[in-house]
């Protein structure tokens, strides 16, 4: 029996409900079919997304079909990782990265600003 996916597939139309609306920090896989890195890394997310279930959401935009939104933010390269608070980026990182560099990324970038930052 395979096991459902625990990253949440947007495009150009769900992008804002999905990623700026979201009520918790969101980690935005751009990515496309034909890149091996981006497949390489699949696995790695979808256990992000599971063992982080409620207080991140993880997230997989095709690049190719999803133009606007991939223009928007200047994704060049895939895979591209941003991560979302309160509708802004406040992280990014280029390549297939290491489970460990992904959940310091994410615990960075979830923590509450510091006062006077």
Same mark, same amino acid.
């Given at each position: 029996?395979?096991?459902?996916?625990?990253?949440l597939? &947007?495009?150009? /139309?769900?992008?804002?409900?999905?990623?700026?609306?979201?009520?918790?920090? &969101?980690?935005?896989d751009?990515? =496309?079919?034909?890149? =091996?890195?981006?497949? $390489?890394?699949?696995?790695?997310?979808? /256990?992000? /997304?599971?063992?982080? /279930?409620? %207080?991140?959401?993880?997230? %997989?935009?095709?690049v190719?079909a999803?133009? &606007?939104?991939?223009?928007?933010?200047?994704?060049?390269?895939?895979?591209?990782?941003?991560?979302?608070?309160?509708?802004?980026? &406040?992280?990014?990182?280029?390549?297939?990265?290491?489970?460990?560099?992904?959940? %310091?990324?994410?615990?960075?970038?979830?923590?509450?600003? $510091?006062?006077? =930052?």
């Amino acid at each position: 029996m395979e096991i459902p996916k625990a990253v949440l597939e &947007v495009d150009d /139309a769900s992008f804002g409900r999905e990623v700026e609306q979201s009520a918790v920090p &969101v980690l935005v896989d751009f990515t =496309a079919e034909w890149c =091996a890195p981006c497949r $390489a890394l699949e696995p790695t997310l979808e /256990a992000l /997304a599971r063992d982080l /279930a409620g %207080r991140v959401k993880v997230v %997989r935009l095709d690049v190719g079909a999803s133009q &606007v939104t991939s223009e928007r933010f200047g994704v060049r390269a895939m895979p591209t990782l941003l991560l979302f608070r309160g509708g802004k980026v &406040v992280r990014q990182a280029v390549g297939a990265l290491p489970r460990a560099h992904l959940e %310091r990324m994410i615990a960075e970038g979830s923590a509450p600003a $510091a006062v006077g =930052a």
